[in-house]
């Protein structure tokens, strides 16, 4: 490896790892925390069949999967100014990642609650428990527990997926790599250096998914 | 009279399950539901605790009359917090301990303060014989123990009367022992028990009457001595005799 070279990759890599942690972790802990409660909300609504709004969830799942993230991207991005609504980069990214990954979440929430024997309900509402405080103390734990390792996977396909957000200029890891190389033209050593930092990352996320899959525990079995 | 059923009636999908079901309990009483499988034993006891809908019938509970298809949701609490049900397969809440099983319907459901719980819980526990298994999860415990963590906890809720819907049917025949123990322990104390059940020799020996029943109907009820004795109807003796050669 020449001098040059060299000595772009060790400028570029402390810059590229800045905008890792200042924006990119930062987006994905956003947009997951905003993904997670819509999904929690979107998943409780199917599984109580709330009329309506019920359907209006289908919808939203069928609309969101259905469609590209990057056209997502442009149309909130670029297409929402048209009639007046307007977002500055970073709230734009963190509103379309999450909502999309929203609706995949969604699913998996929904399938692990219904994946709750409905013995369980029927024994909570015989010693006299309410339909919330029994989804809250003894459905939802069951169902999270379950959902863990499928929500661990949003998450680490979130973090990848941010690269996008490159695309509507917000400022983040990749386009980071994007602008040095516009200076320097080194595409397979920077987007290499990019792809190396976002591999650690992730192996940070699922190492935490393995102490957070441990530490839930499993109700003393093998099945949760 | 404690309890007084009168004319219970389900269809699922136009197929007659409970077909006008009658039934009087008294204080003290352990009544025995009969019947070959598909008979709506059990659809009727749910019915009871309004885990199923029935489409019509009445029951009076301590004098109070409520209207089994058209209950509110605060009469239906209030028949729950006077009944507890023990279910086939336990039902243990599976991400709670043994003692945790118990006292989440004391906190949750009756408002009570922790400590307090947790001393009726252990009560309970001590009482089917699991007090040493405090902290062990459902899925730690055997069929059995699981089912008498289950009895703890219908004990706990201090009930008028405890519905149990084949609580032995689900465990290896090694286990059904203990539970029934349990059970007649729980009989001898007076405690008002409805059960289903295919256990013959606690029908005969700890049950103080029957109902027998046979294609959503009640064929015959009685006192179980006259029932075992001298069963009045050609489909009981039939029911008995089956029982008894398929044990031989």
């Not at chain 2, 949750?108 to 999860?137: F, W």
Request: glycine share 8%; proline share 3%.
């Amino acid at each position: 490896m020449d001098e040059r070279l060299w000595g772009i990759l060790t400028d570029s890599f402390p810059k590229m790892l800045e905008y890792g942690v200042k924006v990119t972790i930062p987006l994905t802990l956003l947009s997951f925390a905003l993904a997670f409660v819509v999904a929690l909300g979107v998943a409780l609504i199917q599984y109580a069949r709330v009329k309506v709004l019920r359907q209006i969830c289908r919808f939203y799942i069928w609309i969101t999967r259905g469609t590209p993230l990057l056209v997502q991207l442009y149309i909130v991005f670029y297409g929402l100014p048209k009639v007046g609504i307007m977002f500055d980069a970073f709230p734009a990214a963190v509103i379309v990642l999450g909502l999309n990954e929203a609706a995949y979440m969604a699913e998996t929430i929904r399938g692990t609650l219904e994946g709750v024997s409905k013995g369980q309900l029927e024994a909570g509402l015989c010693v006299g428990m309410t339909w919330p405080k029994i989804m809250w103390h003894v459905v939802l734990p069951q169902a999270m527990r379950t959902a863990f390792p499928a929500l661990s996977n949003s998450m680490i396909a979130m973090l990848k997926e941010t690269s996008m957000a490159a695309t509507i200029t917000v400022m983040e890891l990749f386009r980071q790599a994007q602008v040095i190389n516009g200076r320097v033209y080194e595409p397979l050593a920077l987007y290499l250096e990019a792809a190396l930092i976002y591999l650690i990352f992730c192996t940070i996320l699922t190492f935490l998914q393995h102490r957070g899959e441990k530490r839930l525990g499993s109700y003393g079995g093998t099945k949760a | 009279m404690m309890l007084e059923i009168r004319n219970v009636k389900k269809n699922f999908d136009g197929h007659t399950v409970l077909d006008g079901i009658d039934l009087d309990v008294q204080k003290g009483d352990v009544t025995a539901i009969l019947g070959p499988s598909g008979s709506g034993k059990t659809t009727f006891l749910r019915c009871l605790n309004f885990l199923e809908r029935a489409d019509s019938g009445t029951m009076v509970f301590d004098g109070e009359r409520f209207d089994m298809h058209n209950a509110k949701k605060a009469e239906i609490a209030r028949v729950r917090k006077k009944t507890a049900f023990v279910f086939q397969n336990y039902n243990l809440f599976l991400n709670k301990t043994a003692l945790q099983n118990v006292t989440l319907g004391l906190t949750s459901g009756l408002g009570m303060k922790k400590e307090e719980a947790e001393e009726r819980a252990l009560k309970a526990l001590e009482k089917v014989g699991m007090a040493d298994r405090l902290k062990h999860y459902p899925n730690q415990l055997s069929g059995g123990q699981q089912q008498r963590v289950a009895i703890a906890r219908a004990l706990a809720m201090q009930p008028e009367i405890i519905y149990f819907d084949e609580p032995t049917s689900a465990l290896d025949p090694e286990l059904i022992g203990e539970v029934l123990s349990v059970m007649r322990e729980l009989a001898e104390e007076g405690m008002t028990m409805l059960v289903v059940t295919h256990e013959m020799d606690f029908a005969r020996n700890v049950s103080s009457q029957v109902l027998f029943m046979d294609g959503g109907k009640v064929i015959e009820s009685g006192p179980s001595k006259e029932f075992f004795a001298a069963p009045k109807q050609e489909r009981s003796r039939e029911f008995i005799r089956a029982i008894r050669e398929a044990r031989e």
